[in-house]
């Protein structure tokens, strides 16, 4: 009992301490003191939790015993946890049952947390220097970066975003559970990044810093905040991107085209450190960069990025053609972002998108009760979503998809030393012991426009409550009564009404947020809107079928929703002469939160779809974002669009397999192997060239193969090189005679007797003659007949 009061003891204090090296305006609460009442965020962290315990953490950490020279004790995971980034889920799977215990005091949890930190603890023990990592071939990596020698390191698959994950979830261990003997690990981890930025110079770190490094500056800067030592401060600069920071510190927008992920945790750790080191520049880098991504590069859920990467902020069309819209791992370090924003300047307007991501992409991302995490969410009408597997799917999304549904609770309160502040709508119960406040949440939100809020017990009763007024209620409509007396509640949208008082036990505060209908059209201003009843965005189902690959198998392309492309002039779409389609979008009483627009959706046999919240979809194709076009310019544009459709859907039909040269993620995804190779971005599309050779390696399981296409661009010329396919001369091209001023593909034949690397792989190897360069390469296929 003494240790118990000990350690409640010590939960107090954390955030005191953090505050008191932050300056931070507003506090978070302890997660151990808000809890979910029934609702679907409950239903959504108990699927998580499930989900979580069906791993095992023998596997996971198997990785890191590889690379420590420790004994086997169980085979790793397959996928990507043994495909190059071996051991970034285990530092995910640290933070969410740090999480997950927090929330629901479930002892399996803690057995698992207590357990894997213990194996982990051997491994960094036998590493000798405070490592921690499951990065094939990490003594070698790390030893040739302390000298200088990035050549290992940047042909490996992102080695420091990969121990980041660990390196995080050693401290959410000891912030969220106050583990002991995960801080000593976290600070003896700490040493050794230091030590890699003490011994390099800072050129030499920003070369280092170009590969995708998560946010390795934000832990350190934790450290920093939990330990006062400077140098962990130092460090955290250190490993700070400048050619990231001088942009967006001057007010620069230059994000198109960059892989978003890479930079998203850069700016979290930014803030953190602006924060920590009262370091305005940094502040300010993070805030544009937030407003740059919020206002102009986020779809309607939230959401950003087709491909993993920010497409121009000026055209959002492969957003529609793709079926890699946004990724899952974006929103979640959006969220973090947005959180330490909020906090540090308690703005309605950071918890209004930290609303609309939370119910829109983040509670979307996992299958309610059945499980099942979610990479991409296309917004291509008429497709659909992929779910993981815990034994088959461990991909970066999983690892965040963990996190994501066991922190729910996280933001629906915070406070100051006096005021109480209501952010969320969620039922939920909170406990506030500096004041002795006992307050529980009812609502039926977003199905109901009502929330009611109870003073359960309260002791120290002079505080001011704070409730949110969302951007999305029309000034002056919002309506608050305490104990049934009307209160005055100023006409100002996206910001908080304050209720200053003494409290007293039975206390209720009853707010009533109307709810209207609207449209918002895609951040381009092009013609695609979606459909929002308060702050949810609604969707459709369009059918079930033909979803291959829906619960993924352990594929490194797993994570991508493969099947059928349907013709999006074959979707539905709004046809009106309206400027507001909402005006032709109507309640339907079957169902809470359920409308109809028979008259405005085209052809007739959707006209009876019913419009849904999007987070209630799954296993099914959708419409989320509907075509928008005049009744009178509808029918040509149609015909058009139909030319250009049917091409698209030929190509999708004969394709086996596809690489994005340029583009991170694909590249990855098919073991890009180089010497002397460079990338870049060419009308906002991506390209890789070679003085010596790049290759990929593409997979025909059913050997289907009969060509080869590679996409060029008409201005370059005096480039020569050979095609290989495993290793055998297919082609040899010299630009010199190319087509001016447009992107062209050209078709090679495969031999008849070509032969498969593991019955299944083609290494396609593009070859610079001597002196000359290979490529650029726009996009590599293989095409089946």
């Known amino acids: 009992m003494r240790d118990m009061k000990r350690f409640c003891l010590f939960f107090l204090l954390i955030p005191a301490l953090l505050k008191a090296q932050t300056g931070a305006t507003l506090q978070e609460f302890p997660l151990q003191d808000v809890k979910l009442l029934p609702g679907i965020f409950k239903e959504q962290e108990l699927t998580d939790l499930n989900y979580v315990l069906k791993l095992n953490p023998d596997k996971l950490v198997a990785p890191f015993r590889r690379e420590a020279g420790l004994p086997k004790k169980s085979e790793s995971y397959g996928n990507w946890e043994s495909s190059g980034l071996d051991g970034h889920i285990a530092g995910h799977y640290l933070s969410a049952l740090a999480m997950l215990y927090a929330n629901t005091n479930d002892k399996r949890v803690l057995e698992r947390l207590n ?7 051997l491994c960094q023990d036998k590493n000798g220097d405070g490592y921690l990592g499951g990065v094939p071939g990490s003594r070698q990596i790390w030893d040739e970066v302390r000298k200088g020698n990035f ?20 401290r959410d261990a000891y912030l969220y559970n106050g583990n002991q003997t995960a801080k000593a690990m976290l600070i003896k981890f ?12 800072p050129e030499q770190m920003q070369r280092l810093l170009q590969n995708e490094h998560g946010g390795v500056n934000e832990v350190l800067a934790d450290v920093y905040s939990i330990t006062g030592d400077k140098k962990y401060l130092d460090a955290a600069y250190a490993f700070s991107q400048q050619a990231m920071l001088q942009p967006l510190e001057n007010g620069q927008d230059k994000l198109d085209n960059l892989h978003a992920n890479t930079q998203i945790p850069k700016i979290i750790g930014f803030k953190r450190i602006a924060d920590l080191g009262k370091d305005t520049s940094y502040n300010n880098a993070a805030k544009f960069f937030w407003q740059t991504v919020v206002n102009h590069r986020s779809v309607a859920t939230g959401g950003n990025s087709v491909r993993e990467h920010f497409n121009p902020s000026a055209d959002f069309s492969t957003m529609i053609s793709s079926v890699e819209g946004p990724e899952t791992c974006n929103t979640y370090n959006m969220l973090k972002l947005t959180e330490q924003l909020y906090l540090a300047d308690p703005k309605g307007l950071y918890m209004d998108y930290y609303e609309r991501a939370l119910y829109n992409h983040i509670l979307t991302t996992q299958r309610p009760g059945q499980g099942g995490f979610v990479y991409f969410t296309p917004m291509r009408p008429g497709h659909y979503r992929v779910y993981s597997q815990p034994e088959t799917s461990m991909w970066c999304c999983v690892g965040s998809g963990m996190e994501n549904h066991a922190k729910y609770e996280k933001m629906i309160y915070s406070h100051s030393a006096n005021a109480l502040f209501v952010n969320l709508f969620i039922p939920s119960q909170l406990k506030w012991k500096e004041k002795g406040l006992a307050l529980t949440q009812v609502t039926a939100f977003p199905e109901s426009n009502t929330t009611r809020l109870t003073i359960n017990n309260v002791v120290k009763s002079d505080f001011t409550l704070n409730i949110r007024y969302p951007a999305w209620v029309k000034q002056g409509s919002l309506s608050i009564t305490v104990n049934g007396v009307k209160q005055l509640v100023k006409p100002t949208a996206s910001s908080y009404v304050a209720l200053n008082r003494k409290w007293r036990k039975g206390d209720v505060v009853a707010v009533t947020m109307p709810m209207q209908t609207t449209t918002e059209r895609l951040p381009d201003g092009s013609n695609y809107e979606a459909v929002l009843r308060g702050p949810i965005v609604l969707a459709a189902v369009v059918d ?19 099947g059928e492309l349907y013709k999006i002039t074959d979707m539905p779409a709004f046809v009106s002469d309206t400027n507001n389609d909402a005006l032709l979008i109507k309640s339907d009483n079957s169902a809470p939160l359920t409308f109809t627009a028979h008259d405005l959706i085209y052809p007739a046999r959707y006209k009876n779809l019913k419009l849904v919240p999007f987070y209630k979809i799954h296993n099914a194709r959708y419409v989320l974002y509907w075509r928008k076009e005049s009744a009178n310019g509808f029918a040509a544009l149609q015909q058009k669009m139909a030319d250009e459709d049917t091409k698209i859907a030929n190509l999708a039909a004969k394709t086996i397999d596809l690489v994005n040269p340029g583009e991170q993620q694909p590249e990855s995804d098919h073991f890009m192997e180089s010497e002397r190779s460079f990338s870049g971005v060419n009308f906002n599309r991506h390209w890789r060239a070679a003085g010596g050779w790049f290759s990929y390696l593409l997979t025909d399981k059913n050997h289907e193969a009969k060509k080869l296409s590679i996409t060029y661009y008409g201005k370059e010329w005096n480039h020569k090189f050979s095609i290989m396919i495993n290793d055998r001369e297919v082609a040899k091209v010299d630009l010199k005679n190319a087509k001016p001023d447009e992107f062209f593909t050209e078709e090679y034949a495969l031999p008849a007797d070509i032969k498969y690397t593991d019955n299944q792989s083609l290494r396609v190897k593009i070859v610079a003659e001597n002196g000359a360069v290979a490529g650029p390469v726009y996009e590599v296929r293989l095409l089946k007949e």
């Open 190 to 201: 700490a040493d050794w990044f230091t030590g890699i930025s003490s011994v390099l110079t």
């Open 544 to 562: 079930t079928a033909n979803e291959q690959g829906l619960n993924a198998d352990d594929s490194r392309m797993g994570h991508s929703a493969r």
């Open 151 to 170: 050549d290992t390191f940047n042909k490996r698959w992102v080695p420091f975003y990969n121990i980041h994950k660990t390196f995080a979830g050693l």
């Open 115 to 121: 357990y894997t930190i213990a194996q982990l603890k």
